[in-house]
């Protein structure tokens, strides 16, 4: 059966969900759209090592959107070495935004990309752009220091902390604490947490007087 890629565009730009999933599934088969767009959407990677609470972050914020701007989620998540295949726990924690008619989410695998991205993320990213998304939540794979990709697509970068992971700032300084906006110690909870964002507010100060 012959698909009428112009007739899912159009679909999509008027905000069909199924329009979106289908073009972007044609994406992860090596289909080139070809999109001419204008950069306008906002582009919010959030990085950070497993378990740092990056889909709780996004939860959150996402939720926290007017609900008259088009937002889209796009959890990126480690591919099996075995399979090739990816367990896509990320879009299940936040299942529950899928029903806001203004929040379309997407998990894809990494297929073996040691940058934390790949070609049909990047591709993904122009999509939403040509329909008219706002916002786009970009969560990696939460690498360690490999996970740097995000910087050449994001405008803003959040970078999330958590406490007990060992020395924190030294094991993240290469890569990702180069590139971070925004740093977040998370899980705030954990009296830990107070060590983080003590390290990190010197770090901050000193990257300043660089």
Same mark, same amino acid.
């Given at each position: 059966?012959?698909i009428?890629?112009d007739e899912?565009?159009n679909?999509?730009?008027n905000?069909?969900k199924?329009?979106?999933?289908?073009?972007?599934?044609?994406?992860?088969?090596?289909?080139?759209?070809?999109l001419?767009?204008?950069?306008?959407t906002h582009v919010?990677?959030?990085?950070g090592?497993? /378990?740092?609470g990056?889909?709780t +972050?996004?939860?959150?914020? %996402?939720?926290r959107l007017?609900? $008259?701007k !088009?937002?889209a989620?796009l959890?990126?998540?480690?591919?099996?070495p075995?399979?090739?295949?990816?367990?896509?726990?990320?879009r299940?924690?936040?299942?529950?935004?899928?029903m806001?008619?203004?929040?379309?989410i997407?998990?894809?695998?990494?297929?073996g990309n040691?940058?934390?991205l790949?070609y049909?993320?990047?591709?993904?990213?122009?999509l939403?752009?040509?329909? /008219?998304?706002d916002?786009?939540? +970009?969560?990696?794979v939460? %690498?360690?220091?490999?996970?740097? $990709?995000? !910087?050449h697509?994001a405008?803003?970068?959040?970078?999330?902390v958590p406490?007990?992971s060992g020395?924190?700032?030294q094991a993240?300084k290469?890569?990702?604490m180069?590139?971070?906006?925004?740093?977040i110690?998370?899980?705030?909870?954990?009296?830990?947490?107070?060590?983080?964002y003590r390290?990190?507010?010197a770090?901050?100060e000193?990257?300043?007087?660089?």
């Open positions: 059966m012959s009428n890629i899912l565009l679909k999509a730009r905000w069909d199924a329009a979106i999933a289908k073009l972007i599934s044609l994406i992860e088969d090596g289909y080139d759209l070809n001419k767009i204008a950069r306008k919010i990677g959030v990085t090592p497993p /378990g740092a990056k889909s +972050l996004i939860y959150a914020l %996402a939720r007017s609900e $008259d !088009r937002v989620i959890t990126v998540d480690p591919s099996s075995f399979s090739g295949g990816s367990f896509m726990g990320n299940i924690r936040m299942q529950d935004l899928t806001k008619p203004n929040i379309y997407r998990s894809m695998a990494t297929r040691r940058g934390g790949n049909a993320t990047v591709a993904s990213l122009d939403f752009e040509y329909v /008219g998304v916002y786009v939540f +970009l969560e990696t939460g %690498a360690g220091q490999t996970d740097t $990709d995000v !910087r697509v405008d803003t970068i959040l970078v999330l406490p007990l020395d924190e700032i993240l290469s890569g990702l180069e590139i971070g906006d925004i740093y110690a998370s899980k705030s909870d954990n009296q830990a947490s107070e060590s983080v390290d990190l507010t770090m901050a000193v990257m300043s007087q660089v």
